[in-house]
């Protein structure tokens, strides 16, 4: 029996998310982006998190993985970034696999 491929949309569809709408588990600090060159979290985060408007960065915790790419690609990081895990209870669950 051959596997079916399922495109990255339909995979995060499978995954479920408790939001911790009191606390983002990570930030991005604008104005330390807004001098980034090429912004590499934009392309790297697989939940697709990262997008600009007008040139501006803009981040939603809603949705992340937990992966750390963004930790890892970021030349700024620990400027740029505040990164942890969600609080207890909160974040990803993967249903599948
Ligand atoms: S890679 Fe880091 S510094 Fe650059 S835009 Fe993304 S979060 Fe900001
Ligand atoms: S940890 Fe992974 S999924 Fe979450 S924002 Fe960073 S790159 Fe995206």
Redesign the pocket.
């Known amino acids: 029996m051959a596997l079916k491929r399922l495109s990255t949309e339909q995979l995060l569809g499978l995954d479920k998310f408790l939001v911790d709408d009191d606390h983002a588990h ?1 930030a991005a600090k604008r104005e330390v982006c807004r001098s980034c060159q090429g912004k590499p ?1 934009v392309n ?7 997008t600009l408007k007008e040139g501006e960065l803009s ?1 939603d ?1 809603a ?9 890892v ?1 970021c030349p700024q990081s620990g400027k740029a970034l505040e ?1 942890s895990y969600p609080r207890g209870g909160f974040g990803v669950q993967f249903r599948y696999g």
């Open positions: 990570i979290c790297a985060c697989p939940a697709g998190l990262y981040f915790h949705g992340c993985l937990e992966c750390g790419t963004c930790r690609v990164w």
